[in-house]
């Protein structure tokens, strides 16, 4: 069974600076998504960055990046120039898509949650 | 364009009694997904629907049960309520079921079990 890891249950950051969230995951698979979700207070779930694995190349999104490790099976968000409108809570997904009719599976870490210091 | 919506927003229900949940995807998507988000807690996979048929399905007992509609809005049912089953359900779309296509979330609907 696959799993979703994220041993940080809370984080802090000032203005402008950097913080990487962690996420590990477990799973037998070779093909698969990784995802990060970004789920501000009373506020609906939002994609912040997606990455397959069979690219090794790291995914970016503006601020955003991710560190893929796949051998260790990691996958890291890295937030750089953080913004106040960043605090939410964050949660690293995985996604193990199947061929038929077997069915697609995702599966969500506990989440972290973040905090912008102004 | 409206976003993901899920009616109602809020409901109250009693042990044992049956439940039913709607969601209304993105004009144009053909997929939606459901997942229960208990407080404190990641959301977790229940079902994914495409094309009026079930693509996936989570680890959720029988109670647990959906279906997509032509015009691919989508039901949750649950029935015989437990405690345990309250929880902010989501609904999700996206213009087909692969991975990479992005899913946009609804609002939510919060249950809550007395």
């Known amino acids: 069974a696959q799993t979703v890891t994220q041993s940080q249950p809370e984080m802090s950051v000032q203005e402008a600076e950097t913080v990487t969230l962690s996420c590990t995951y477990d799973?037998?698979?070779?093909?698969?998504?990784l995802f990060w979700y970004k789920q501000p207070p009373s506020r609906q779930m939002i994609l912040v960055i997606r990455?397959?694995?069979?690219?090794?190349q790291n995914a970016t999104e503006n601020r955003f990046s991710v560190n893929f490790q796949k051998a260790a099976k990691s996958f890291s968000l890295k937030i750089s120039d953080s913004q106040l409108g960043d605090t939410a809570m964050y949660f690293c997904a995985f996604m193990n898509p199947r061929r038929g009719w077997t069915g697609n599976q995702f599966y969500f870490g506990t989440g972290t949650s973040l905090t912008v210091i102004p | 364009d409206a976003g993901v919506t899920q009616s109602p927003t809020h409901l109250i229900k009693t042990r044992g009694q049956q439940v039913t949940l709607r969601c209304s995807p993105i004009s144009g998507h053909k997929s939606v997904s459901w997942y229960q988000q208990v407080l404190g807690q990641g959301p977790q996979f229940i079902f994914q629907?495409?094309?009026?048929?079930?693509?996936g399905r989570g680890n959720f007992p029988d109670r647990f049960s959906a279906r997509q509609f032509p015009n691919y809005s989508s039901e949750l049912n649950v029935n015989a309520l437990l405690l345990g089953d309250s929880a902010l359900y989501l609904c999700a779309s996206s213009l087909r079921a692969e991975a990479s296509y992005e899913q946009y979330f609804g609002p939510g609907t919060r249950l809550t079990v007395t």
């Open positions: 990455q397959e694995a069979y690219k090794q």
């Open positions: 799973t037998s698979e070779n093909n698969y998504y």
């Open positions: 629907y495409y094309e009026k048929e079930e693509r």
